[in-house]
C-alpha cells in the first residue's frame, strides 16, 4: 500500500555511496522546518522522507477509513490517537526501501509513540534514532504556517514571505496549482501549538535523557539549518 505515500524526488540524490543506514528523527513545532529539512536530507542519502503528517492526508485525499477519521480531528488541530498513527508507521518503516534508513518528520508525537517507536526498530534490526530537535520560538513559526503554500503535485514547500515562487500560485519545479493546507489557518494554529506544547514538547526531555537529542536553531536561514543538521548526522555517523 505504501509507495502511494512517497512523493517523487524532485531530484536525484547526491552521490548514494554514503549511506545513512539509521532513522533520523526531526522533532520541533508546527512550522519549525521539519518538512523542508527532511525532504533535503532524504535527497541527499537518497533514502525515504516520511511524514505522518502526509501519511494521513493522503488517507484523507482517498477517503480511507483512516482518513475519514483523522480528517475532523486534524482540521481541530489535535492530535491524531496513538492506535491509528502507530499501525500506518508499522506498515510503512516494515518496507525493504526503509532498510538502508530513513528520515521521519512529525514522528514520534507523544511519549508513548515514542517508545513503540524504539521497540519497532529493535525488532527490525535497525539502530535506535538520531533525534534532531528543531528549536524555536512559537512566536516565529505562525508566520511561517500562515504564509506556507505546498504543490499539489510534488509536494515542494513554499512561502509567500519568506520563498516565494517565481510565477504565483505555481510550483517552480513542475508548474503545479500552490494550496493552502486547511490546518495552516491563523484559527487552527494556536491548538496546534498547545498540542505541540502539551503532547510532543516532552518528547525533549525524553530523547535528551537517552543521549540521542541534537540540537538545531531553527530560526536560522534554511541553509544554515541544512548546513548544522548535516553536521550533525555526518558527525554522528
Ligand atoms: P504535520 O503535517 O506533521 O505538521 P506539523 O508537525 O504541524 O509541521 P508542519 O508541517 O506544520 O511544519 P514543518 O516543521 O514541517 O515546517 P515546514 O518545513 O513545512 O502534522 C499535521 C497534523 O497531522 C497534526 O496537527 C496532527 O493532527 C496530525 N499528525 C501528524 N503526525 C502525527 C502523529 N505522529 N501523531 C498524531 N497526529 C499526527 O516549513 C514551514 C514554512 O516555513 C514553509 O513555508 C517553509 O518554506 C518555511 N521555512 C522552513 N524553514 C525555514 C527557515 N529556516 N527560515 C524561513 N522559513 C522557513
Same mark, same amino acid.
Request: hydrophobic share 40%; charged share 30%; net charge positive.
Given at each position: 500500500?505504501?509507495?502511494?505515500?512517497?512523493?517523487?524526488?524532485?531530484?536525484?540524490?547526491?552521490?548514494?555511496?554514503?549511506?545513512?543506514? +539509521?532513522?533520523?528523527?526531526?522533532?520541533?513545532?508546527?512550522?519549525?522546518?521539519?518538512?523542508?529539512?527532511?525532504?533535503?536530507?532524504?535527497?541527499? *542519502?537518497?533514502?525515504?522522507?516520511?511524514?505522518?503528517?502526509?501519511?494521513?492526508?493522503?488517507?484523507?485525499?482517498?477517503?480511507?477509513?483512516?482518513?475519514?477519521?483523522?480528517?475532523?480531528?486534524?482540521? %481541530?488541530?489535535?492530535?491524531?490517537?496513538?492506535?491509528?498513527?502507530?499501525?500506518?508507521?508499522?506498515?510503512?518503516?516494515?518496507?525493504?526501501?526503509?532498510?538502508?534508513?530513513?528520515?521521519?518528520?512529525?514522528?514520534? %508525537?507523544?511519549?508513548?509513540?515514542?517508545?513503540?517507536?524504539?521497540?519497532?526498530?529493535?525488532?527490525?534490526?535497525?539502530?535506535?534514532?538520531?533525534?534532531?530537535?528543531?528549536?524555536?520560538?512559537?512566536?516565529?513559526?505562525?508566520? %511561517?504556517?500562515?504564509?506556507?503554500?505546498?504543490?499539489?503535485?510534488?509536494?515542494?514547500? *513554499?512561502?509567500?514571505?519568506?520563498?516565494?515562487?517565481?510565477?504565483?500560485?505555481?510550483?517552480?519545479?513542475?508548474?503545479?496549482?500552490?494550496?493552502?493546507?486547511?490546518?495552516?489557518?491563523?484559527?487552527?494554529?494556536?491548538?496546534?501549538?498547545?498540542? *505541540?506544547?502539551?503532547?510532543?514538547?516532552?518528547?525533549?526531555?525524553?530523547? %535528551?535523557?537517552?543521549?540521542?537529542?541534537?540540537?538545531?536553531?531553527?530560526?536560522?536561514?534554511?541553509?544554515?539549518?541544512?548546513?548544522?543538521?548535516?553536521?550533525?548526522? +555526518?558527525?554522528?555517523?
Amino acid at each position: 500500500m505504501d509507495k502511494v505515500f512517497d512523493k517523487a524526488p524532485d531530484k536525484p540524490p547526491d552521490k548514494p555511496a554514503d549511506k545513512l543506514n +539509521r532513522a533520523v528523527v526531526f522533532l520541533g513545532p508546527p512550522g519549525a522546518g521539519k518538512g523542508t529539512q527532511a525532504k533535503e536530507l532524504a535527497r541527499k *542519502y537518497g533514502v525515504p522522507h516520511l511524514s505522518t503528517g502526509d501519511m494521513l492526508r493522503e488517507n484523507i485525499a482517498q477517503g480511507t477509513p483512516l482518513g475519514l477519521q483523522a480528517k475532523p480531528i486534524m482540521a %481541530r488541530g489535535e492530535l491524531v490517537p496513538d492506535s491509528l498513527v502507530l499501525k500506518m508507521v508499522k506498515q510503512r518503516i516494515e518496507n525493504a526501501d526503509c532498510s538502508f534508513g530513513f528520515v521521519f518528520d512529525g514522528f514520534p %508525537r507523544t511519549v508513548a509513540q515514542a517508545q513503540y517507536f524504539g521497540e519497532l526498530l529493535k525488532r527490525c534490526g535497525y539502530k535506535q534514532p538520531l533525534v534532531v530537535h528543531f528549536a524555536i520560538d512559537p512566536v516565529l513559526v505562525i508566520k %511561517r504556517i500562515t504564509g506556507r503554500r505546498m504543490c499539489k503535485v510534488g509536494g515542494e514547500i *513554499y512561502n509567500i514571505f519568506e520563498r516565494p515562487t517565481r510565477v504565483a500560485g505555481r510550483c517552480d519545479n513542475d508548474g503545479g496549482e500552490l494550496e493552502q493546507r486547511p490546518d495552516d489557518r491563523e484559527e487552527i494554529v494556536a491548538p496546534r501549538l498547545a498540542a *505541540y506544547a502539551r503532547q510532543t514538547a516532552p518528547l525533549v526531555a525524553y530523547y %535528551r535523557r537517552l543521549g540521542r537529542l541534537h540540537d538545531v536553531d531553527a530560526a536560522q536561514p534554511v541553509e544554515e539549518v541544512t548546513r548544522r543538521v548535516l553536521e550533525i548526522v +555526518r558527525g554522528i555517523k
